[in-house]
């Protein structure tokens, strides 16, 4: 007889927990993060055993962590989001702001 489904482990839990223990959580001061603004989310992604290897050597590269690679790689997601050309390439009309280089409308 199984236990119920809500007594069974968490095994994705227990085996990321069982690796922080050993962890030494640091954030290099090299970073450039806020003062005071410490990272204290997680965020789980799956990748390959190549990937993962090409992101630490491209971090040691930089000489930052794996995490702070992977962070600021994903923060320039803000590139997509929002138009970094000049003010006079934007078409303005009390309805809509767009820029006229790449077509993003911005309001």
């Known amino acids: ?8 482990p968490n095994n994705l839990r227990a085996a990321v927990d069982k690796v922080m223990e050993q962890e030494t959580l640091v954030r290099k001061p ?9 990272a ?19 971090a040691e590269h930089k000489g930052v962590s794996l995490s ?17 050309h000049p003010r006079e390439y934007r078409r303005t009309y009390s309805w809509s702001d767009t820029c006229t280089l790449c077509g993003k409308r911005l309001k």
């Open 1 to 8: 007889m199984s236990p119920p489904e809500d007594e069974l």
């Open 30 to 38: 090299s970073t450039g993060s806020v003062p005071g603004m410490p």
């Open 40 to 58: 204290t989310k997680q965020v789980l992604i799956r990748a390959t055993d190549k990937d993962k290897d090409l992101w630490q050597r491209a």
């Open 68 to 84: 702070e690679f992977v962070r600021t790689a994903c923060n320039e997601a803000s590139s997509f989001l929002e138009c970094q």
